[in-house]
């Protein structure tokens, strides 16, 4: 039986540290060079040197105040602020690159659709082809307030704002200019076909957008959609819109649970459950030699933040630790954050009572998924253990330090796992979803698609 594809992202944001706070204090890293153009260009490089499918660049738009009910422990340990936007890094790694692919997170509920539409179908004008969004619905009570909410939307109610956001998207991207409506007709001086532009005509509960898109089809016209939302409602989501579904749990059973879960949904969703691809979030610390791989981590470990790490958490996870004892057990508490984040720590793993200080440390490096330590035929057998076990298709790639962890996973990792034919040498041609799946536009039974078939839509 051949083996499973590998699917691969580098995990990054436009921000100091991301997954592994504390860690920008080591001598080797230099994630606080991410303000520089230079910083992005030379991973871009490094990526598609590994022939890695793309860089996933996280976002939040608020701190992370729920650890001591304040944002200073944030602040300090530089635990995701400061944040740049990661919009404008993608030109700039689209530059210097010809085949990596760009997976960039955009909330639902804070920008209007429109105007969205536009911004994306111009960075997939930009890129050629190469751009993902990465749909999330914002989980921070900060981010609300500083955006004209007095608190954050029910977890639920977000997901209804997102799916009818897609509605719009869709319609924008899929329905508004046809096939064929751009001329460049110099001769007789007509750039697009009016008769084949269309307004969307959309009032819905959330929205109304009754004109037309901005912009001419871009080639992917939707970009790729990838989604990261773990919980009951978010999978439901996931399983009627995604192609790419990135989960972050700390074990293979979680993680199992997890994919079993979201495959289950698809098929209630009537899509084949293996169409849409899990990646996993995943840290290697590679040396040479098992040896010197663990030199590392125990060097690493010197450096995390344990402030940081709650600080992390809290945002996560809307429960403030600051109170407990660093030996007291973890409970599950609902709220209106991240619902899958608490439940990995609490519900799904029964047998594994987390206390506050495991959990500081754990997420100390990588966050909360699994962190790989070994050769790099070591880690290399971790992520084959992985796919078997969990029956995800690939990973996020997150870092200790950086460039670093990236550096060492491409030039010893990628070549272990070409020589076992489990990831790519070379590229194809054509854009992000050409690359993932063999095709340039999403395929006629995506829910995006009927917005192409209709006649209905007036000029």
Request: aromatic letters at 10%; a negative charge; charged letters at 25%.
């Amino acid at each position: 039986m051949p083996k499973k594809r590998i699917y691969l992202n580098a995990f990054d944001m436009n921000c100091v540290g991301h997954q592994s706070p504390g860690l920008w204090t080591h001598p080797d890293d230099q994630s606080s060079t991410y303000k520089d153009a230079e910083y992005w260009e030379n991973l871009a490089r490094l990526l598609e040197k590994g022939k890695f499918d793309a860089i996933f660049l996280a976002d939040v738009l608020g701190t992370y105040d729920v650890y001591q009910d304040s944002r200073n422990p944030a602040v300090r340990q530089a635990a995701q602020v400061p944040v740049n936007d990661p919009a404008f890094v993608v030109p700039i790694m689209a530059q210097v690159t010809k085949h990596l692919g760009f997976g960039l997170t955009a909330s639902t509920s804070y920008e209007h659709p429109y105007s969205f539409a536009r911004r994306i179908s111009t960075l997939d004008h930009l890129t050629k082809g190469r751009i993902g969004w990465n749909i999330v619905t914002s989980y921070l009570e900060s981010a609300a307030k500083n955006l004209g909410l007095d608190q954050q939307i029910n977890h639920d109610e977000r997901y209804n704002i997102a799916d009818e956001y897609l509605e719009v998207v869709y319609k924008l991207w899929e329905g508004s200019w046809e096939d064929g409506a751009v001329l460049i007709d110099k001769k007789q001086k007509i750039y697009t076909d009016p008769n084949k532009v269309h307004d969307i005509n959309h009032n819905g509960k959330y929205f109304k957008v009754p004109g037309a898109h901005l912009c001419e089809p871009s080639p992917q016209r939707t970009p790729v959609i990838f989604q990261a939302g773990a919980s009951k409602k978010g999978r439901q989501f996931a399983a009627k819109h995604a192609e790419l579904v990135f989960i972050s749990v700390p074990t293979a059973p979680i993680g199992q649970t997890f994919v079993k879960a979201l495959r289950e949904e698809a098929k209630n969703a009537g899509r084949n459950p293996n169409e849409i691809k899990v990646l996993s979030l995943f840290t290697p610390i590679v040396g040479r030699n098992e040896e010197e791989a663990y030199s590392k981590f125990e060097e690493y470990k010197k450096h995390t933040s344990y402030e940081g790490g709650l600080a992390l958490f809290g945002g996560w996870t809307g429960v403030d630790l600051s109170s407990y004892d660093p030996d007291d057990k973890i409970e599950y508490i609902k709220n209106d954050a991240i619902h899958s984040a608490l439940e990995t720590f609490t519900k799904i793993d029964p047998e594994k009572h987390w206390t506050v200080k495991q959990v500081a440390e754990f997420v100390g490096i990588g966050g909360i998924g699994p962190v790989a330590v070994g050769s790099p035929e070591q880690v290399a057998d971790e992520m084959e253990k992985w796919i078997e076990e969990t029956d995800v298709d690939g990973f996020n790639i997150a870092y200790a330090v950086t460039p670093g962890t990236f550096e060492d996973f491409v030039e010893l990792v990628i070549p272990v796992l070409q020589e076992r034919g489990l990831v790519r040498k070379e590229y194809a041609d054509g854009g992000l979803r050409k690359n993932l799946f063999g095709y340039e536009q999403l395929p006629d039974h995506h829910p995006a698609r009927q917005y192409r078939k209709q006649s209905t839509l007036q000029v």
